[in-house]
């Protein structure tokens, strides 16, 4: 079955250092996405791709990059790792066009800055 | 810009009862969707049921059933027939069918009482 994975699952790290987060999914999706979840606020839009070379900012971009240099990947790296940056990411994916008006999420990735 | 909102942090429910959990949205948008998530403890995020705004049909799944009421902009969850296994904390979202990305509301957790 096609899935999205991410890695690692939790990690803690200290203030100030570089973090990347693994996305991979194997739906062939254009459209990849990372969420983070902090208690109070939902699931907020970091940064979303909608295909290979595509990447935009989303409501709380600040302090996290993307790159995406194939279908299945999206990386999310946290360039200077911040204590208001622990929370529970979440990667996600979905199709473009009409079918694609629902989209899925890996397991997340718990972080912890320290 | 597409909001949603959920207004109620915290409900309960009677194991074999019928609960309702309230979402409204705003968008400007004609063409649309709605969602809403499931996020057990384990956090996987579970689609629960979607709506596509031009059916005017409420969408249903099992157990689970929308009242979309769309000049109200509102898209309740009801579920009936409550089990242990529905405790969970319920994220309504939309989506625009040009656009990709997926906005959430604050999410309501749900308890279910033997």
């Known amino acids: 079955d096609a899935e999205i994975t991410q890695s690692p699952r939790h990690k803690i790290t200290e203030t100030g250092r570089q973090v990347t987060l693994a996305c991979h999914q194997t739906?062939?999706?254009?459209?990849m996405f990372w969420y983070r979840q902090d208690l109070g606020h939902g699931l907020r839009l970091i940064h979303y791709s909608y295909g290979v070379q595509d990447t935009n900012k989303g409501e709380v971009s600040d302090g996290y990059s993307v790159s995406r240099s194939n279908t299945e990947d999206l990386p999310l790296t946290l360039e200077s790792a911040a204590s208001s940056q622990t929370s529970v990411y979440f990667c996600a994916s979905s199709e473009s066009g009409g079918a694609g008006n629902t989209i899925y999420f890996g397991e997340g990735s718990w972080l912890t800055v320290v | 810009a597409q909001t949603v909102t959920q207004s109620q942090p915290e409900m309960s429910v009677q194991e074999a009862e019928t609960v309702t959990l309230s979402c409204t949205y705003d968008t400007s948008e004609s063409d649309y969707y709605l969602f809403w998530y499931k996020q057990p403890p384990s956090r996987q995020m579970i689609l629960v049921i979607r709506q596509e705004a031009y059916k005017q049909q409420n969408a249903t799944e099992n157990r689970f059933s929308v009242n979309f009421q769309k000049a109200a902009k509102s898209f309740s969850l009801k579920i009936s027939d409550s089990q242990l296994g529905d405790a969970a904390m319920y994220f309504c979202?939309?989506?625009?069918?040009?656009?990709?990305?997926?906005?959430f509301g604050t999410g309501t957790k749900l308890q279910v009482i033997p």
């Open positions: 979202a939309s989506k625009s069918g040009g656009y990709q990305k997926v906005t």
């Open positions: 739906w062939n999706h254009n459209n």
